[in-house]
């Protein structure tokens, strides 16, 4: 039997949670799903997978083995990618995510620029805002935005992340007294936010160390979307607290302009930036390296958005 294929069956069909999705992934019968996984429980002795109408799950021998399976498979990449590696350029399929609003500007425009570059490499690209786990998900790289999440992962900083509240110039003028003092004293009805960072903002005096101070969420427009927030404050809803990489040409050609511009803003109480973030391997494979070192190349250091 060919252990390593049938543990790569087992491990997909273990995290699928089905013979056909993890045939369909691997492209082979769903019948050789069922072999593979019946020769590992003949061998083992054990059963594997609780099987009922409702779909599979693992027993308890189950749970040990994939455990154990998925970190076999990790060392043999691994192991591969040594050996490999010297003259070996990038190459294989490079699974990533990143905030929709920052993945549309910043990394699509430069994707046909990158295959070019690496014609070996082929590109599953998802957009998400919400946190990811990289190994569940089965991604290689992620493109995070905050303050670093999770210590367990490498990562390498892009750019530190600015945000500014800003409006129209002509809604800014039609409400100059309202722009004045406090930033939650200011009419806070017409504030927008992303209710994808909780229930409230920060703010400080620019410039200064000084402690965050926070403010309760008041709003009349929320998305989960920083495009459709942007848009809203495009067209003169009101103010939007939204990131520089998002607004710096708008700021250039004076579509938008900065209000309250003595206060600087967040969403958290933490520094934050732009982030690739990948899981933690003794050896990272080239493609990823690829990726990021392309990517770092083409926005500059500082980003372009900074300069």
């Known amino acids: 039997m060919n252990f390593f294929a049938a543990i790569t069956t087992f491990v997909s069909a273990a995290e699928l949670k089905s013979f056909s999705a993890a045939a369909k992934e691997l492209n082979i019968e769903t019948s050789t799903v069922s072999r593979h996984v019946a020769l590992l429980e003949a061998d083992l002795r054990v059963a594997l997978f609780n099987r009922s109408t409702r779909g599979l799950s693992l027993t308890e021998a189950g749970k040990l083995f994939y455990s154990r399976a998925t970190q076999l498979l990790a060392q043999w990449e691994e192991t591969r990618s040594l050996t490999s590696a010297l003259n070996k350029r990038p190459a294989g399929l490079l699974r990533l995510s990143a905030p929709r609003a920052f993945g549309r500007r910043h990394i699509m425009p430069f994707v046909e620029a990158f295959l070019q570059q690496n014609p070996d490499i082929s590109l599953d690209i998802s957009f998400c805002d919400e946190q990811v786990d990289l190994i569940e998900s089965r991604q290689d790289l992620r493109i995070h935005i905050g303050p670093l999440p999770d210590s367990t992962m490498h990562a390498r900083q892009l750019a530190p992340q600015y945000r ?28 927008m936010f992303s209710r994808l960072h909780g229930n409230g903002w920060y703010a400080r005096t620019a410039g200064t160390d000084e402690e965050w101070q926070r403010y309760p969420a008041s709003f009349r427009i929320s998305s989960n979307d920083e495009d459709a927030l942007h848009e809203a404050c495009l067209q003169g809803a009101g103010i939007a607290i939204l990131p520089d990489w998002l607004i710096a040409d708008d700021l250039r050609t004076q579509r938008l302009q900065r209000v309250l511009p003595e206060r ?16 933690r391997k003794k050896i990272v494979a080239s493609k990823v390296r690829s990726f990021i070192d392309f990517y770092v190349d083409r926005l500059g250091t500082p980003p372009w958005w900074q300069r």
Do not use: M, Q
């Open 164 to 191: 500014y509240a800003c409006a129209t110039p002509a809604w800014a003028e039609r409400h100059r007294e309202t722009l004045k003092g406090d930033p939650a004293a200011a009419n806070p009805d017409i504030l």
């Open 264 to 279: 600087e803003f967040s969403l958290h109480r933490a520094e934050s930036a732009v982030w690739f973030v990948y899981p």
